[in-house]
């Protein structure tokens, strides 16, 4: 057995089993080994990804918060079939996401004021101081104006009309009164402005802040822009007309029914009523007007230019307010309660008396319209500036009506009766609305038959004062408004003398004859 057992054989298969048990304990260990390294790789692989992420996110919150708090100067261009683009570091064009152009970012997305066709109404203006210098030589203009702000309701977002104007720079300060805390702050109460953007679709502008404003206080905004000076006849437009074989320019404003927003920012709704105070610099060979009275001109030593400023206006709305640059002469009357009247035209048109007609009943119209309203003239001046081209017959601005020269200049050699008669009734029409309309406005467009009804009826009440022997009010009455405005009442397409107005697109189709000869026919 003992021999048996210790054969060769069985020696070789005994030490074969303990040579693979041996090897297989001694290969385990090394296996074992091998697998927890690569494990320890793959989890250190992993925290330091996942510390690398952190470390990156954390760094991007920084920045961009940086970037919020110490972005550079923003410039803003606002073309009105264009969404619009908000610029950083001072270009003018460079392209935002699509979100941005449209207005559609950040937490705001909830609440869209500036969607609305009609302003929010949880700001009221209350005063604007707006300084413009008038580039005549390339029609152009730049600008700043100041507007004060009453808060009605808490809002973050300031929105105002604007349109056609290429913003450069947005501010918002905290005023006096109850926001004297805030204006004790270091930068002078300065509001943190979050972004601001145009908003072309309802020609409006929009500047977000990082906290709301307060019910109750005042904020003042600041804007600088610039923009042209269009020959389209709406906003500050350009004109010419020739002298001596010399061709001569003029700029001068039409702002009803919406058209003050594309001449600086503004609240340009006719309830929005305030108070302005105008500066206009240019080259001195032009004379500057506006609804008041020059309160001081000063020459600047530096340029040559001049620089007139005029008084604070009453309150009013925004499409009443103008001014013009022109190199025209006028000719001077005065009412007998004091008003200074002057008549603006071309020099020659001056010289030859054209204009002697309508500055002689526009000073006995003054008087009338006093004695028969029993309110007197709230300006201390009313000019008439006889332009050479106009989209209107006239426009009653307070303080500076416009005229295109067929309906204010008269020449009495050549002129017919007819004539002379319908210039009449467009000058009495105008003046009329000194009161019905500049003094008293509606809050809002459907209601523009209140200012046009009474003024069309005055046409013939103010020109019997002038001419009664023309019978104007019992007999051309009669047939000019009577029997016209039963004809058109007849028609099917008679409608309502007040009028929805929702869009701005709407607002030029209630200034029709219904508006003008129904009223007047009611009364």
């Not at 760094?59 to 550079?72: D, N």
């Not at 020099?347 to 007609?357: E, L, N, Q």
């Not at 307070?398 to 002379?420: N, P, R, T």
Request: hydrophobic share 40%.
């Amino acid at each position: 057995m003992g021999l048996n057992d210790s054969s060769p054989g069985a020696m070789r298969n005994g030490r074969g089993l303990s040579d693979q048990w041996a090897e297989s304990v001694v290969v385990r260990p090394r296996t074992t080994e091998r697998n927890i390294t690569v494990h320890k790789r793959l989890v250190l692989g992993f925290a330091l990804s996942i510390l690398t992420l952190i470390i990156v996110t954390a760094v991007a919150v920084v920045l961009s918060v940086r970037f919020e708090e110490c972005g550079g100067p923003e410039r803003t261009v606002l073309t009105a079939g264009e969404p619009g683009t908000r610029v950083s570091g001072g270009s003018a064009k460079l392209n935002g996401s699509r979100g941005e152009r449209n207005g559609e970012r950040g937490d705001e997305e909830g609440v869209q004021p500036w969607r609305n066709t009609r302003l929010p109404g949880t700001l009221r203006p209350r005063h604007y101081d707006l300084r413009l210098a008038v580039h005549m030589d390339n029609f152009t203009f730049s600008g700043e104006v100041s507007i004060e702000l009453e808060c009605i309701n808490a809002t973050r977002f300031i929105v105002l009309h604007a349109d056609r104007l290429e913003v450069d720079k947005v501010s918002v300060t905290a005023e006096g009164g109850t926001s004297s805390r805030l204006a004790s702050r270091p930068g002078g109460g300065s509001m943190r402005i979050h972004r601001h953007f145009p908003y072309p679709a309802n020609q409006m502008y929009v500047v977000v802040l990082h906290r709301e404003l307060k019910p109750m206080r005042v904020y003042r905004l600041n804007v600088s822009f610039d923009a042209a000076i269009e020959d389209e006849l709406l906003g500050f437009f350009r004109s010419s007309y020739t002298l001596q074989r010399e061709r001569r320019y003029l700029a001068v404003t039409q702002f009803s029914p919406t058209h003050a927003r594309k001449a600086f920012p503004c609240f340009d709704e006719p309830v929005y009523k305030a108070t302005f105070s105008i500066t206009l610099r240019h080259d001195p060979q032009y004379t500057s007007l506006s609804n008041m009275p020059v309160e001081s001109s000063l020459m600047s030593d530096e340029d040559g230019w001049l620089t007139n400023r005029f008084s604070r206006t009453p309150r009013m709305s925004t499409y009443y307010l103008a001014w013009a640059v022109c190199n025209f002469t006028f000719r001077e009357a005065h009412s007998d309660s004091g008003v200074m009247i002057r008549l603006y035209a071309r020099p020659d048109a001056i010289s030859s008396g054209a204009g002697d007609y309508a500055l002689h009943i526009t000073k006995r119209l003054l008087g009338f319209y006093q004695d028969y309203f029993q309110v007197q003239y709230s300006l201390p001046k009313l000019d008439l500036l006889a332009v050479p081209k106009h989209p209107y017959a006239a426009m009653e601005n307070w303080g500076l009506s416009v005229f295109v020269e067929q309906k204010i200049l008269l020449d009495a050699e050549v002129s017919s009766s007819s004539y002379q008669m319908e210039l009449t009734m467009v000058v009495v029409h105008e003046i009329c609305h000194q009161w019905f309309g500049d003094l008293v406005t509606p809050v809002w467009w459907e209601d523009v038959w209140l200012k046009e009804g009474f003024a069309h009826y005055f046409e013939y009440v103010g020109t019997d004062f002038l001419f009664p022997k023309w019978n104007m009010e019992k007999q051309r009455f009669l047939t000019d408004v009577l029997h016209e405005v039963m004809l058109l009442d007849g028609l099917s397409s008679s409608h309502p003398i007040s009028q929805e107005v929702e869009q701005a697109t709407d607002i030029d189709r209630v200034f029709d004859w219904i508006a003008y000869k129904k009223p007047p026919y009611e009364y």
